[in-house]
Antibody, heavy 121, light 107 residues
Framework: EVQLVQSGAEVKKPGESLKISCKAS????????IGWVRQMPGKGLEWMGV????????RYSPSFQGQVTISADKSISTAYLQRSSLKASDTAMYYC??????????????WGQGTMVTVSS | EIVMTQSPATLSVSPGERATLSCRAS??????LAWYQQKPGQAPRLLIY???TRATGIPARFSGSGSGTEFTLAISSLQSEDFAVYYC?????????FGQGTKLEIK
């Protein structure tokens, strides 16, 4: 079964850093782009960026460029989203999702279950 | 970046009736358009890609149409499980932007 399993919920204080994970299984991790999507409480979906684990080619939304880092570890089929100096406004659900086409872009066909991040003093 | 605008923000429809949701792109995205369904507490689910191709396991009552800048998602004969929020997304150009969503509610 093709699936993405994300790390558990996080509670952080402002100024702390965050690294959440997305472990892929059931397919060739290195040949599909994986992306991250933010959903703030009660709001819509925001596309943050994507990575191609095969060569770590990464694309970011201008809204998130310089604010987050997307990476991948091929050896354990896991993608990561990092953010330093967290703010209360980073409180959100974060989803990872896989592009449906091998080696190319397309819709997100497989989604992780989401990781809820709460930033509060 | 390409701005995706969905209308209406909220659509009230009775079970068994047909619903039509719209999505407009600020510039042409060809047919690089997807529709997702999201229910409370769940991750989004892919319904339609390539503007009109149903994803695996999606019932035939869901249909997508359009190209360029104007797109439509139609749901015929609404079932109780179809009441949710629907998002369109373009993947023609970076960043792959989403629309703000349409909430489909029971009338």
């Amino acid at each position: 079964e093709v699936q993405l399993v994300q790390s558990g919920a996080e509670v952080k204080k402002p100024g702390e850093s965050l690294k959440i994970s997305c472990k892929a299984s059931g397919y060739s991790f290195t040949t599909y782009w994986i992306g991250w999507v933010r959903q703030m409480p009660g709001k819509g979906l925001e596309w943050m960026g994507v990575i191609y684990p095969g060569d770590s080619d990464t694309r970011y939304s201008p809204s998130f460029q310089g604010q987050v880092t997307i990476s991948a570890d091929k050896s354990i089929s896991t993608a990561y989203l990092q953010r330093s100096s967290l703010k209360a406004s980073d409180t959100a659900m974060y989803y990872c999702a896989r592009h449906r086409l091998v080696g190319a872009f397309g819709a997100f066909d497989i989604w992780g279950q989401g990781t809820m991040v709460t930033v509060s003093s | 970046e390409i701005v995706m605008t969905q209308s209406p923000a909220t659509l009230s429809v009775s079970p068994g009736e047909r619903a039509t949701l719209s999505c407009r792109a600020s510039q042409s995205v060809s047919s690089d358009l997807a529709w997702y369904q999201q229910k409370p507490g769940q991750a989004p689910r892919l319904l339609i890609y390539g503007a009109s191709t149903r994803a695996t396991g999606i019932p035939a009552r869901f249909s997508g149409s359009g190209s360029g800048t104007e797109f439509t998602l139609a749901i015929s004969s609404l079932q109780s499980e179809d009441f949710a929020v629907y998002y369109c997304q373009q993947y023609d150009d970076w960043p792959h932007t989403f629309g703000q969503g349409t909430k489909l509610e029971i009338k």
